[in-house]
Nanobody, 123 residues
Framework: QVQLIESGGGLVQAGGSLRLSCVAS????????MGWFRQAPGKEREFVAA????????EYADSVKGRFTSSRDNTKNTVYLQMNSLKAEDTAVYYC????????????????WGQGTQVTVSS
């Protein structure tokens, strides 16, 4: 069982930046593909970013490309989501997720999920 704990959410003005962190409770963190997803009120959960086990590969949703960057530090069991040029439509609860098998944008492939952190962007 892997526990994931997100932090770094908050209230920010449009155009501002936030950095989310997600710490994993596992000794084999580098074995996991990590993903970021978000869910806005009344909407389905959607893919934001994924990062490969080594961190050399990333994938982003079109809506965040060029603004968000995911990275990881396997020595700290931590994955990050740097969010720049935030927009009101980025307001959502952000979740990190982990899976051992596949580099994917599909939420159903991820086995472990954090509790989420709220990001609110005021316009």
């Amino acid at each position: 069982q892997v526990q994931l704990i997100e932090s770094g959410g908050g209230l920010v003005q449009a155009g501002g930046s936030l950095r989310l962190s997600c710490v994993a409770s596992t000794r084999t963190f580098s074995s996991y593909v990590m993903g970021w997803f978000r869910q806005a009120p009344g909407k389905e959960r959607e893919f934001v970013a994924a990062i490969s086990k080594s961190g050399s590969g990333t994938e982003y949703a079109d809506s965040v490309k060029g603004r968000f960057t995911s990275s990881r530090d396997n020595t700290k069991n931590t994955v990050y989501l740097q969010m720049n040029s935030l927009k009101a439509e980025d307001t959502a609860v952000y979740y990190c997720a982990a899976n051992l098998i596949v580099f994917t944008t599909s939420a159903r492939e991820y086995d472990y999920w954090g509790q989420g952190t709220q990001v609110t962007v005021s316009s």
